[in-house]
């Protein structure tokens, strides 16, 4: 990956600076008479630098300083600071290498940055030592040498921490710096700062005993590799012993975690995820489960990041879990570009390479439940020793697993007899089948796990309707009366043979049938069982999987045994039905009135009209037709007696009144009389096709009249049937349609008044929550003051403003304006709040929040709508604000020295337009005195009482150079009031907001 603009050009400025001066200023002859000395000291300091210690992933410390400086002490600040220059250019190269980087910016950015450092570093604290005072080469331990070399030192400690400071910061942010700081000090002082005067020991020896010629400095030299290798061995013993320590106490700790989390396990799939992935320190950790007969995978669950990813579906099994099922052993590739795996595997996760890579079984005993994958984007971060770990923690899973399934197996037995045992309270207390069978079937597919149940009931024809379901699709079909014919795939299959049949494999069985839609594709097995009252069937019980032999004889016992209650269940509904008919009818013929009366709603007042019409007169069809006075037509609005077909027909019928038609429902409104039509096929007031689609014959129409207007018709029919209506069922009629058009009526202007109160309180709601978005309080900042007011110009308001308490004392400012009003403004003005807020307090700059926004807006917003909004950050420390305007108005700015008012530059676009939006990102500085004055165009468009003139932003500007010197709440005041003068009480019909930050003169104003 090619490191970001800033950090590559101070990188290459630093490196090339430095060692441009050192070639520059180096004098060749003095460089070529201590050659081989440059070169012995190059050589050690190498050395010594990879015997350094980590103190973090990425972060070395050694003694390398001590070879440097030495160098710098016994040649001078040129010809020495090549001893640090190269040794370090030569490292940090062939540890680039080593690591894999073969981008050639990223393979020498960080030598050349380091060897021109250590040029400048080496350069600057030789001159402060020969500055001070000291004698290069030095002679001895004299205290003229003392203040000297210790400020070389600390130059020299000084240059180096900020240079690598500066490069880190850009490397991975200041609060990453800051973090790295923390852990990083105290090695760098004791590792790196304390050895620094053994510099001058190996300068003095150097120069006193010979140089290179006398053992003396070479057992100097030796014994400094070798304490700075001891040092590295106890470094790295310490951490293993630390990490050791750290996985023993998150094993034991895991142990009892599973221990609690007892026959949970998703439970304990969460504590492998999560213990892998601490202990490990690893980038993503996968578990997967294997199906019982192994061929399948059933459950897979990530950690990656900071969430957690699970995928249920049953899908075929990778080559990695393959492998693992028939080689269940530990696999570790601790560097995926070297090593070969023994199967495919795509290394690939969240737009990164795995490096390194673990592969662990899940064990119960000998069998192999699963897998444990764990992947690391550093090559060498995964070993044996992870592995051990890692199969302790799989292998305690492993366990409890095996435990949850075993325990699930008993559960499942039990559950088996509890619902025979609730099934059959259930047939004894209810007697509805539409409320029983759904909840039947449910409970079945709940307990059981199957993918479908299905109950069908055999009907007059001998058809099986689908009479409950638990597909997705079940009620539509139980609405449109879907059926299976008989023997018609499995379920007809049974029903003729009045036989079980049960198929492992329905990809085999010619008598599979799939139901209706093809919505049953997904089934691979299916058991059929039928439901026999005496020798009658009555209906079937039909259960699917999707899984190929899912179902056994225990299976096939139980759902015989439970069929056998619902069969019972239908018969005793029916029984119960037949006599409900009949004292519903004699009932409902002495109550039709009151039974209208208590209808609440419209529909509910249709159903009953057509329904009473069918049952108390004994008619095969009744239909409800609504006028429509603004359309002046009739329109379909609900029937009884037809089929699903015609059903349908019905629903999209209309008559309009207009001038030149002549029909039925025309003649209905001239006379406001019942319109008796004998014979509906040859008369010239029905359309002969509806007549001919309806199988219309002896019809009537009542008019619906309610005080004096018409509100519908009702219909009635006898189907094919032309039989006339009597005298006497006339008469019924009539009062079932007096009686409907009152219910009618009534229930339209209960749903208007009831639709008015609901809107009223929804909005009032609305503006409760809404105005509960915004800031209770202002925030005390010493220093500062502030005021704000939000004004919406509906129940609710697309404005909003928010002021968030950042850390290191800055205090962030948002002002937001949605491109609509009313309700859905306000919805998108709640969903912008929540985004922006949380990505001003998770994004460091201003930028990064607003463009973050405007993504996630994108993604989550499925509207027209955007919002313009201006997102500044107020340093209270020094007044410094960084912001970006996405196409707001340009707050104003008040310079208290000048008295100007200026609108802030730099302007972006709305954000919810475009994706992957860059916006500019400004700065200014808030002096004491100064105002900065935030606002949306409520005010400067804000209309006069003619409607013809704006209030205007140079208006805005009068009033804040007129009043801002006083208080935040003050100048707030003083520009609302400017406002509503200038309107003279003209409606106001924007949303209107207005923050204003004043910082103080002094402390205590």
């Given at each position: 990956m090619r490191p970001?603009?800033?950090?590559?050009?101070?990188?290459?400025?630093?490196?090339?600076?430095?060692?441009?001066?050192?070639?520059?200023?180096?004098?060749g002859n003095a460089l070529r008479a201590h050659l081989l000395p440059i070169l012995f000291f190059t050589l050690l300091s190498f050395i010594v630098k990879r015997a350094g210690v980590y103190s973090g992933p990425d972060t070395l410390h050694s003694l390398v300083g001590i070879v440097d400086l030495a160098a710098i002490f016994i040649f001078g600040p040129l010809t020495g600071a090549w001893v640090p220059a190269m040794s370090s250019l030569l490292y940090i190269l062939i540890n680039n290498l080593e690591?894999?980087?073969?981008?050639?910016?990223?393979?020498?950015?960080?030598?050349?940055?380091?060897?021109?450092?250590?040029?400048?570093?080496?350069?600057?604290s030789g001159s402060v030592f020969m500055a001070l005072g000291g004698a290069l080469p030095p002679l001895d331990f004299g205290i003229v040498n003392l203040l000297p070399s210790a400020a070389a030192m600390l130059v020299w400690?000084?240059?180096?921490?900020?240079?690598?400071?500066?490069?880190?910061?850009?490397?991975?942010?200041?609060?990453?710096?800051?973090?790295?700081?923390?852990?990083?000090?105290?090695?760098?002082?004791?590792?790196?700062?304390a050895p620094l005067p053994f510099s001058m020991v190996i300068a003095v020896v150097y120069t006193e005993f010979g140089g290179l010629t006398r053992p003396i400095f070479i057992l100097l030299a030796g014994g400094l590799v070798l304490v700075a290798f001891v040092i590295q061995r106890y470094a790295i013993i310490q951490d293993r012993l630390q990490r050791h320590t750290r996985e023993l106490a998150a094993l034991n700790e895991f142990n009892q975690a599973v221990a609690h989390a007892g026959f949970d396990a998703d439970r304990v799939i969460e504590l492998l995820l999560d213990y892998t992935r601490r202990v490990l320190n690893a980038d993503l950790v996968r578990v997967e489960l294997f199906s019982a007969d192994r061929d399948a995978l059933t459950v897979r669950a990530e950690a990656r990041g900071d969430a957690l990813h699970w995928q249920r579906e049953v899908?075929?099994?990778?080559?990695?879990?393959?492998?693992?099922?028939?080689?269940?052993?530990?696999?570790?590739?601790?560097?995926?570009?070297?090593?070969?795996?023994?199967?495919?595997f795509d290394a690939r996760f969240e737009h990164r390479l795995a490096r390194s890579a673990l592969f662990v079984p899940l064990l119960a005993g000998e069998d192999v439940s699963g897998m444990v994958t764990v992947l690391s984007a550093r090559s060498r971060a995964l070993g044996m020793t992870n592995a051990r770990t890692l199969n302790v923690l799989a292998g305690q899973a492993g366990v409890a697993i095996e435990n949850t399934r075993l325990y699930a197996v008993e559960r499942r037995r039990a559950t088996q007899l509890a619902i025979v045992s609730d099934v059959s309270g259930k047939v004894a207390q209810v007697l509805e089948l539409e409320e029983l069978l759904p909840k039947v079937a449910h409970e079945i597919q709940d307990r059981f796990g199957y993918t479908h149940v299905h109950v069908l009931v055999e009907q007059e024809n001998r058809d099986l309707l689908f009479f409950a379901s638990t597909h997705p699709l079940g009620e539509a079909w139980r609405?449109?009366?879907?059926?299976?014919?008989?023997?018609?795939?499995?379920?007809?299959?049974?029903?003729?043979?009045?036989?079980?049949?049960?198929?492992?494999?329905?990809?085999?069985?010619?008598r599979y049938a799939p139901g209706p839609d093809n919505a049953l594709s997904d089934t691979r097995s299916e058991l059929g069982v039928p439901l026999i009252i005496g020798q009658r069937v009555v209906g079937v019980l039909d259960v699917q999987s999707d899984r190929t032999g899912a179902f056994n004889d225990e299976d096939l016992f139980v759902m015989r045994t439970l069929g056998a209650q619902i069969a019972i269940a239908i018969e005793n509904s029916r029984l119960f039905e037949?006599?409900?008919?009949?004292?519903?009818?004699?009932?409902?013929?002495?109550?039709?009135?009151?039974?209208?009366?208590?209808?609440?709603?419209?529909?509910?007042?249709?159903?009953?009209?057509?329904?009473?019409?069918?049952?108390?007169?004994?008619?095969?069809?009744?239909?409800?037709?609504?006028?429509?006075?603004?359309?002046?037509?009739?329109?379909?609005?609900?029937?009884?007696?037809?089929?699903?077909?015609?059903?349908?027909?019905?629903?999209r019928l209309r008559f309009p009144l207009a001038h030149p038609t002549h029909n039925v429902f025309t003649e209905l409104w001239n006379t406001r009389e019942p319109v008796a039509i004998g014979n509906a096929r040859t008369s010239d007031l029905i359309r002969p096709q509806l007549a001919e689609l309806f199988e219309l014959e002896a019809v009537v129409l009542f008019p619906l009249i309610a005080r004096g207007e018409m509100v519908g018709a009702l219909g009635v029919d006898q189907g094919r049937d032309a039989q006339h209506f009597s005298p006497e069922e006339m008469r019924v009629l009539t009062g079932i349609a007096n009686q409907a058009a009152v219910a009618i009526e009534r229930a339209q202007l209960d749903e208007q008044a009831e639709q008015k109160k609901r809107l009223d309180h929804e909005l009032g709601l609305a503006r409760q929550i809404q105005t509960s978005f915004?800031?209770?309080?202002?925030?005390?900042?010493?220093?500062?003051?502030?005021?704000?007011?939000?004004?919406?110009?509906?129940?609710?308001?697309?404005?909003f403003y928010d002021l968030i308490r950042l850390q290191h004392e800055r205090l962030g400012m948002v002002v937001a304006d949605v491109s609509d009003k009313g309700l859905p403004a306000a919805l998108f003005m709640a969903l912008t709040r929540t985004i922006i807020r949380t990505m001003a307090i998770g994004k460091p700059s201003p930028r990064e929040a607003m463009e973050r926004a405007n993504d996630v807006i994108i993604a989550d917003a499925q509207s027209d709508m955007f919002v313009t909004a201006f997102y500044g950050v107020l340093d209270t420390t020094d007044g410094s604000i960084l912001y970006v305007n996405a196409g707001h108005n340009p707050p104003l700015l008040y310079h208290y020295e000048s008295g100007t008012v200026?609108?802030?530059?730099?302007?972006?676009?709305a954000l919810g337009i475009l994706p992957n939006m860059e916006q500019p990102q400004a700065h200014v500085q808030l002096h004491p005195g100064d105002v900065i004055v935030l606002y949306t165009d409520g005010i400067t468009d804000a209309l006069d009482l003619s409607g013809e003139q704006e209030f205007g932003a140079p208006r805005l500007v009068e009033v804040i150079q007129a009043h801002a010197s006083k208080s935040a709440q003050a100048l707030t005041d003083e520009i609302m009031h400017a406002v509503q003068a200038f309107t003279q009480g003209a409606p106001q019909f924007d949303d209107l907001t207005l923050v204003v930050v004043k910082r103080k003169l002094e402390i205590g104003d």
């Open positions: 970001p603009l800033p950090r590559l050009i101070f990188s290459f400025a630093v490196g090339l600076l430095g060692l441009g001066v050192l070639v520059l200023l180096t004098d690591y894999g980087r073969r981008n050639l910016i990223a393979l020498f950015e960080s030598p050349i940055f380091n060897a021109g450092l250590k040029a400048l570093m080496g350069i600057a400690f000084g240059l180096d921490n900020l240079g690598w400071a500066i490069w880190e910061t850009m490397r991975i942010g200041a609060r990453g710096f800051f973090k790295l700081f923390r852990d990083t000090l105290g090695a760098s002082l004791v590792v790196e700062l899908a075929l099994l990778s080559p990695a879990l393959v492998f693992m099922r028939d080689n269940p052993a530990s696999l570790v590739a601790d560097d995926l570009r070297q090593r070969k795996l023994p199967f495919e609405q449109r009366g879907e059926r299976m014919r008989y023997q018609e795939g499995i379920i007809g299959w049974v029903a003729a043979h009045a036989e079980p049949l049960l198929v492992p494999d329905v990809t085999k069985e010619p037949a006599q409900q008919v009949e004292a519903y009818y004699l009932n409902t013929l002495l109550n039709v009135a009151e039974n209208l009366a208590d209808q609440e709603s419209l529909a509910d007042a249709l159903t009953t009209i057509v329904t009473l019409t069918t049952l108390l007169v004994g008619v095969k069809r009744a239909a409800v037709f609504m006028y429509h006075p603004v359309e002046r037509e009739f329109r379909a609005g609900k029937a009884y007696g037809l089929s699903p077909r015609l059903l349908r027909r019905f629903e915004l800031p209770h309080h202002m925030p005390h900042l010493p220093g500062y003051d502030i005021a704000a007011t939000w004004r919406a110009a509906r129940e609710v308001s697309g404005d200026h609108p802030l530059p730099e302007h972006g676009i």
